[in-house]
């Protein structure tokens, strides 16, 4: 747990959750299934050239938050401070050169904010990947990339990036990821102990949960069921399936519906929401107008840091959580030894070039360069 703001648990008194890769993680084989389907419908239905299925999906290839030139077909990692991250570039599978890169953005590695900006990291020129989802989406963007720029065809990376996106999009959309899941949930599921855990101890100590998540409820359902038993819903004092986020957290154009026992449509009028009744749709607005649930009291996770966290907290006051797997490695990393010594020397070194910086004579110039160059290799 890493806090970058105080928070006392002692005012929280509502905890809320999103479903996928929050409250159910997923392993990495889900990944390769997203990419193998959409790259097969890009090749089938959008008819792009059956080279491109001999490319099969590479694990670490992208992370999370990396932003793509929809325009020049490039992968790369931009700075808070819109900076290319010189050396993160890549076309297709291949980095590309330093050079090339400030050449292509007239002599500069900064990115103007109106084309990276817009609030959900779609700017006009640049995109965002910031759900664990769109890993496969960038992996098969650089191999596509790959596949026409390694055989010479000329190609629009516009339409190639909004043809992925369609793909990725229908693996959704015809529920092939739901179907993966639901039939197989101990290969695709993990540390659903951990979940129930979590989930009783707020229980238990009088704490409301709610959960609010797009994933239809007969998936939910299952999953909860797996991962915390079956009466997994008398924890939750509200449940809400098939949002619509971000529009759930910024419109108030959908009005709630309710859910019947066999998962229905009803048409009655939402006059409250009720412990022990599943929800459809709705809006932000409508949810605080019923519970009251606003400011810091309440406590929401989630694992996008877009659509699920910062409205809430910009907007409305809610205290948020983000579920950030990749920290597992990180603090992995920066525990071992390895990593102090490195740390330890390199504060040193800062040190060091602080004070020889005033000396201006050749020899402790050359010694400063050197110092430099250590420091480079040692970040």
Same mark, same amino acid.
């Given at each position: 747990?890493?806090?970058n703001?105080e928070?006392?648990?002692?005012?929280?008194?509502i905890?809320?959750f999103?479903?996928?890769y929050t409250?159910a993680l #997923?392993?990495?084989?889900?990944?390769?299934?997203?990419?193998?389907?959409?790259r097969?419908f890009?090749?089938?239905?959008?008819k792009?050239?059956e080279g491109i299925?001999k490319?099969?999906?590479?694990p670490?290839f992208a992370? /999370?938050?990396l932003?793509?030139?929809?325009?020049?077909?490039l992968?790369?990692k931009?700075?808070?401070?819109?900076y290319?991250?010189?050396?993160?570039v890549y076309?297709?599978?291949?980095p590309?050169?330093d050079e090339?890169?400030? =050449?292509l953005?007239?002599?500069?590695?900064?990115?103007?904010l109106?084309e990276?900006?817009?609030?959900?990291g779609k700017?006009?020129?640049?995109?965002?990947?910031?759900?664990?989802?769109?890993?496969?989406?960038?992996?098969?963007?650089a191999a596509?990339?790959?596949?026409f720029?390694?055989n010479d065809i000329? #190609?629009?990376p516009g339409?190639?990036?909004k043809?992925?996106?369609d793909?990725i999009?229908?693996?959704h959309i015809k529920?092939y990821m739901?179907?993966w899941?639901?039939?197989?949930?101990?290969k #695709?599921i993990?540390?659903?102990? =951990?979940? #129930?855990?979590?989930?009783h101890?707020?229980?238990s100590?009088?704490k409301?949960?709610?959960?609010?998540?797009?994933?239809?409820?007969?998936f939910?359902?299952?999953?909860?069921k797996?991962?915390?038993g079956?009466?997994w819903?008398?924890?939750?004092d509200?449940?809400?399936?098939q949002a619509?986020?971000?529009?759930?957290?910024?419109?108030?154009g959908?009005?709630f519906?309710?859910?019947?026992s066999?998962?229905?449509l009803?048409?009655?009028?939402?006059?409250s929401l009720?412990? $022990?009744?599943?929800?459809?749709q $709705?809006?932000?607005?409508?949810?605080l107008?019923?519970t009251?649930?606003?400011?810091s009291?309440?406590?929401?996770f989630?694992d996008?840091?877009y659509?699920?966290?910062a409205?809430?907290?910009?907007?409305?006051?809610w205290r948020?959580g983000?579920i950030?797997?990749?920290?597992?490695? =990180?603090t992995?990393v920066?525990?071992t030894e390895?990593?102090?010594?490195?740390?330890t020397?390199?504060?040193?070194l800062?040190?060091?070039? =602080?004070?020889?910086?005033?000396h201006?004579?050749?020899?402790?110039?050359?010694?400063l360069?050197?110092w430099?160059k250590? /420091?480079?290799?040692?970040?």
């Amino acid at each position: 747990i890493y806090a970058n703001n105080e928070v006392d648990l002692d005012e929280v008194e509502i905890y809320g959750f999103d479903y996928d890769y929050t409250l159910a993680l #997923y392993s990495n084989t889900l990944d390769t299934m997203i990419y193998n389907t959409a790259r097969d419908f890009l090749v089938k239905h959008y008819k792009y050239p059956e080279g491109i299925s001999k490319y099969d999906y590479i694990p670490n290839f992208a992370a /999370r938050g990396l932003h793509y030139d929809i325009q020049k077909g490039l992968l790369m990692k931009i700075d808070a401070f819109h900076y290319i991250q010189l050396g993160t570039v890549y076309r297709g599978l291949n980095p590309v050169p330093d050079e090339e890169v400030l =050449e292509l953005y007239g002599g500069t590695n900064h990115v103007p904010l109106e084309e990276v900006s817009g609030f959900y990291g779609k700017g006009p020129v640049m995109k965002q990947f910031m759900d664990v989802f769109s890993i496969p989406e960038m992996t098969l963007l650089a191999a596509a990339n790959d596949y026409f720029n390694s055989n010479d065809i000329e #190609y629009d990376p516009g339409h190639l990036y909004k043809d992925v996106s369609d793909a990725i999009g229908m693996v959704h959309i015809k529920g092939y990821m739901y179907k993966w899941i639901m039939q197989d949930l101990e290969k #695709y599921i993990l540390r659903g102990d =951990e979940t #129930y855990a979590v989930l009783h101890r707020l229980a238990s100590h009088g704490k409301k949960l709610f959960l609010i998540t797009n994933s239809p409820f007969s998936f939910v359902d299952k999953g909860m069921k797996y991962m915390v038993g079956k009466d997994w819903r008398d924890l939750f004092d509200i449940v809400i399936v098939q949002a619509d986020k971000p529009h759930f957290f910024n419109s108030c154009g959908k009005p709630f519906r309710r859910l019947d026992s066999n998962g229905d449509l009803q048409w009655d009028k939402i006059k409250s929401l009720d412990k $022990g009744q599943v929800y459809k749709q $709705g809006n932000l607005f409508d949810f605080l107008r019923l519970t009251g649930w606003r400011g810091s009291k309440v406590l929401y996770f989630g694992d996008h840091l877009y659509s699920d966290l910062a409205d809430l907290m910009l907007r409305h006051g809610w205290r948020t959580g983000a579920i950030v797997p990749e920290l597992e490695v =990180e603090t992995r990393v920066v525990n071992t030894e390895q990593y102090a010594q490195g740390l330890t020397w390199l504060q040193a070194l800062t040190g060091l070039l =602080e004070r020889m910086q005033m000396h201006r004579d050749p020899e402790s110039k050359k010694v400063l360069q050197d110092w430099l160059k250590e /420091r480079e290799e040692l970040r």
